[in-house]
Antibody
């Protein structure tokens, strides 16, 4: 069974870049049927899909965040990462790494989530 | 693409709760549902419109037709109180869209 776990700083200053990593265990990140993604949830609010990437290099980004987001895969470390540039307080949220299964269109595996606060 | 859910639904214990999710031609896509308890990660309860992952009780069911997908919980229990999110998948772009979430209250 695939498991994913987020890591990264819990505090980021405004205008800087938020960087998180997600470590994958239980299977190779080069698995063809998986898309490696990120979701965020601001405190007290709903889920927002940030985007995903496939090991082949194809990516999908939420149009509202596309200009600031990069999701990339590191097959040597079996990890993938999120970079969100020029952050503001509105980017404060719990960030989840997730695994999207293309065959069913579902997010079958979730990390426990990590709170990232944007503040000076 | 947008999915619309009611912000809240209330149900008495033992009764049936229905949560709707509306989107343009949603019936032509696969819809799935997650529940999320406070402080926890979401859990998949329905996928491909009506299928249940292993471990999800039979009281959870789903349907999807036209512009609306519906999650139905029969014999609702207190432990079903949670936020519920619908989700659609675009197989062309691998894009994911969530509904705004529905808070289910069992009282």
């Amino acid at each position: 069974q695939v498991q994913v776990q987020e890591s990264g700083p819990g505090l980021v200053k405004p205008s800087e870049t938020l960087s998180l990593s997600c470590t994958v265990s239980g299977g190779p990140i080069s698995g063809r049927g998986y898309h490696w993604g990120w979701i965020r949830q601001p405190p007290g609010k709903g889920l927002e899909y940030i985007g995903n990437t496939h090991y082949s290099g194809s990516s999908y980004y939420n149009p509202s965040l596309k200009s600031r987001v990069t999701i990339s895969v590191d097959t040597s470390e079996n990890q993938y990462s999120l970079k969100l540039r020029s952050v503001t307080a509105a980017d404060t949220a719990v960030y989840y790494c997730v695994v999207a299964v293309a065959a069913t269109g579902t997010l079958d595996y979730w990390g426990q989530g990590t709170l990232v606060t944007v503040s000076s | 693409y947008e999915l619309t859910q009611p912000p809240s639904v209330s149900v008495s214990p033992g009764q049936t709760a229905s949560i709707s999710c509306s989107g343009d031609k949603l019936g032509g896509k696969y819809a799935c549902w997650y529940y999320q308890r406070p402080g926890q990660s979401p859990v998949l309860v329905i996928y491909q419109d009506f299928k249940r992952p292993s471990g999800i009780p039979e009281r959870f069911s789903g349907s999807n037709s036209g512009n609306t997908a519906t999650l139905t919980i029969s014999g609702t229990q207190a432990l079903d109180e949670a936020d519920y999110y619908c989700q659609a998948w675009d197989s062309t772009t691998a894009g994911v869209v969530f509904g705004g979430g529905t808070k289910l209250t069992v009282l």
